[in-house]
């Protein structure tokens, strides 16, 4: 049994890496897509992972392939097609790290996954199954993510659903709004970014939005804050952890909600609790490594490749943890 089986996109990430000697614009193949990096974040800190998707056949996906089994994540899930390409997105980076996309995606691969392509008995072998918004963008991806959330909920696995909006793959804000929200009740827990809240919720509030999930079915709500840290709540207990060091370089901050995730969905899977029985306690101590597991993938360009390993981890944390005894002396 995987602790961690998700569903989606898997694609290359073009970043943006300065300019050639002539002018031109230089850009950077990285690996990415949310699912795929929540699934490397887990792998490197020990769990065991596997993806269900598809990708061309081609050099892109070859290589994505590739990293996720370098990365330890399996792919026998992973389909590599020969009539579509493998998706892409070029990433564009301020001076302070955010991103601003441009996709090749009509359609990409991972649009193209259908139901009966989809390697069931991974899903239904799972403790937690993870799935995303940008397979239900279009079909038969939609069908085949919600189908298969259905088949995990019904054989036990806990569901955690990341929204992860990006407004470029949608017809409009509405029926981006309205398909994220659909697929609510599925989840037993979800992560919302900051800037997804209101679309999402309604609420411009964590508390509020948290509430608004809660009445949806969720059992635990997380609500990233950017450098404010995360918000994390279940019915009657909640935590408000804010970033463990304000002071380490922002380099890129692609994949570092997903890094987050994979770092509470770790600490979720090592404690064998399901979502609607984490107390205080682990509230904040899976927020806080989850946090620390963020503010190391930013220090690095790209989303998989800026992932830290466990060690890098409980090095971070016991520096932090150091520095503050350092401060009460």
Known sequence: MFDIVALGELLIDFTYHGR?????????????????????AASNLG???????????????????SVLEEKGVDTSGLISAEDVFTTLAFVKLS???????????????????????????????????????????DEPSRSATI?????????????????????????????????????????????????????????????AAAAYLFQEGISCAVITLGRNGAYTAVEGSSVLIPILDQDVPVVDTTGAGDAFWGGFLYQLAESGLRPKELGQDQLRNFTEFANAVASLCIQKRGGIPAMPTISMVKEFLAKRGNDNETQRD
Request: hydrophobic residues 35%; negative net charge.
């Open 47 to 65: 769990l065991s992972t596997a993806f269900i998707g598809k990708v061309g056949k081609d050099m892109h996906g070859d290589y994505l392939r």
């Open 95 to 137: 001076e302070t790290g955010e991103r601003e996309f441009s996709f090749s995606r009509k359609p990409g691969a991972d649009t193209c996954l259908s139901a009966g392509e989809v390697k069931r008995e991974l899903a239904n072998g799972c403790r937690i199954f993870h799935f995303g918004s940008l397979s239900l963008t």
């Open 147 to 207: 189908e298969t959330v259905k088949a995990a909920k019904k054989a036990g696995a806990i569901i955690s659903y990341d929204p992860n909006y990006r407004a470029p793959l949608w017809k409009s804000e509405k029926i981006a709004a309205d398909t994220m929200k659909s697929v609510l009740s599925f989840a037993d827990i979800v992560k919302i970014s900051d800037e997804e809240v209101e679309l999402i919720t309604g609420e411009s509030s964590p508390e």
């Open 20 to 40: 050639s000697e002539n002018g031109t614009r230089l850009f950077e193949q990285n690996p990415g897509g949310a699912p795929a990096n929540v699934l490397c």
